[in-house]
């Protein structure tokens, strides 16, 4: 029988929708023949990756949940629910757009890594960049809370930030700046679902 060899960390993309438009965003899935994966799909390659061999680098098995925007997904929670009942890591990389009080509150038995994309702090930036949802970003206060609000329910948290020329006119020194800002791009990620890719 063939052996699978499977890096300790597995990101699930299984919803390709997101309600931001980051300009540099390469989530696209054009090869993807559906925009989301059904549940028992899910649930039976979590159900496979539970029943892996711990690897040389990890004894536990860790499952992360993007996309797109994994909070879009009426059963991301159940489903996260789910990856942690088979007694794996469970991570969330989530724009935080959609991190209601009430949803913070039910990944905290469950959820194990909390990742929020965060670009700027300012509005217009966020704009410009694409971060924003019917015109609508989140403040530096919001982002706040919601971490705040995780880390107490026993959450670690992480941040990604994706170093873009969209924010060179707030707080990066941007390598373009003497020229006409082009189309947003990723200079560079410490991101695992958006701009290009570096790793965790
Ligand atoms: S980078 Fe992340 S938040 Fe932005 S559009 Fe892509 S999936 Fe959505």
Redesign the pocket.
């Known amino acids: 029988m063939k052996t699978v060899s499977l890096p300790p960390t597995i990101n699930l993309h299984s919803l390709a929708p997101?309600n931001?438009?980051?300009g540099?965003?390469y989530?696209g899935f054009v090869s993807a023949k559906q925009s989301h994966l059904p549940q028992s799909e899910l649930h039976e390659i979590i159900r496979q990756i539970s029943s892996l061999p711990p690897t040389l680098e990890s004894e536990v098995r860790k499952v992360t949940f993007a996309?797109?925007?994994p909070l879009l997904s009426p059963t991301v929670i159940e489903d996260i629910a789910f990856a942690r009942a088979q007694g794996l890591v469970t991570s969330l990389v989530t724009?935080g757009s959609l991190l209601t009080e009430d949803r913070i509150q039910r990944l905290g038995p469950i959820l194990d890594w909390l990742t929020i994309?965060i670009d700027s702090l300012d509005a217009k930036t966020n704009l410009r960049i694409?971060?924003a949802a019917r015109g609508i970003t989140l403040s530096a206060d919001d982002y706040l809370a919601r971490i705040q609000r995780a880390k107490a329910l026993g959450i670690r948290v992480k941040m990604n930030t994706?170093v873009n020329n969209g924010q060179c006119s707030r707080g990066f020194q941007c390598v373009h700046s003497h020229r006409p800002p082009p189309p947003v791009e990723a200079f560079s990620s410490h991101s695992n679902?958006?701009?290009k890719r570096r790793g965790l």
């Open positions: 997101c931001y438009k980051c540099f965003c989530a996309g797109g925007e724009n994309s694409g971060r994706v679902h958006r701009g």
